[in-house]
């Protein structure tokens, strides 16, 4: 996990490698200490993740619950097409930019 951007409108983190158990609880407690007490817009950059499974999905719809519950939004780019249609698949297909 890497902040690409951090100011005072948005948050943009950048993921890479798979998202599934084996790393999941290695980043989790970081990323969500980044959006902890959060007043920006989010964007997850995906472009560099090869896989995500369901801990990692879990992850994400933790953080859109959170982002939106302090008024905000999150929004998913660059995915690869095997990413994407895991999100599609899951009803988070509308995260996507």
């Known amino acids: 996990m890497k902040v ?20 999941v609880s290695n980043i989790e407690v970081k990323f969500f200490a980044l959006l902890n007490g959060l007043e ?8 560099e993740v090869k896989f ?5 999905i879990r992850m994400v719809l ?3 619950k959170d982002v939106k519950r302090q008024g905000y939004m999150l929004k998913i780019e660059s995915s690869s097409a095997d990413v ?14």
């Open 4 to 23: 690409l951007q951090s100011d005072e409108s948005l948050l943009k983190i950048a993921f890479s490698g798979r998202l599934d158990s084996s790393n």
């Open 40 to 47: 920006a817009n989010v964007i997850l950059d995906f472009s």
């Open 52 to 56: 995500i499974g369901s801990l990692g």
């Open 62 to 64: 933790m953080a859109v």
């Open 84 to 97: 994407e249609n895991i999100f599609r698949m899951t009803g988070l297909g509308d995260l996507l930019d």
